[in-house]
Nanobody
């Protein structure tokens, strides 16, 4: 069974911080380090949008302009976990946040949702004003 499980979402006031985690399990993720990872989010009535991505060994990262400077993506391959640290949160950051994984054959990352095969179930982040 292939699973990506997000956690760490919740309700936070504007200006606050949250750290999301995404853990991989199952035989497919026996070697987590071969997967490029991404975070996406989807607000009510809106399309899913890219937030951040990280390469297989974590040396390359990329952020959406909307979160640049406020979010940090990182990973711990030994723990098969990717993180999204978010700070200075705004009400417009309210969304369901999803992590995604795609096998990569170089130290690259992917910013399109279409590039990813494996997805978690999502975790809700609500930022109150």
């Amino acid at each position: 069974q292939v699973r990506l499980v997000e956690s760490g979402g919740g309700l936070v006031q504007a200006g606050g911080s949250l750290t999301l985690s995404c853990a991989g399990s199952g035989s497919t993720f026996s070697d987590f380090s071969v997967y490029a990872m991404g975070w996406f989010r989807q607000a009510p009535g809106k399309e899913r949008e890219f937030v951040a991505a990280v390469s297989r060994i974590g040396t390359n990262t990329y952020y959406a302009d909307s979160v640049k400077g406020r979010c940090t993506i990182s990973r711990d391959n030994a723990k098969k976990t990717v993180y999204l640290q978010m700070s200075s949160l705004k009400p417009e950051d309210t969304a369901v946040y999803y992590c995604a994984a795609e096998r990569a054959y170089s130290n690259s990352y992917f910013t399109s949702s279409n590039a990813y095969t494996y997805w978690g179930q999502g975790t809700q982040v609500t930022v109150s004003s």
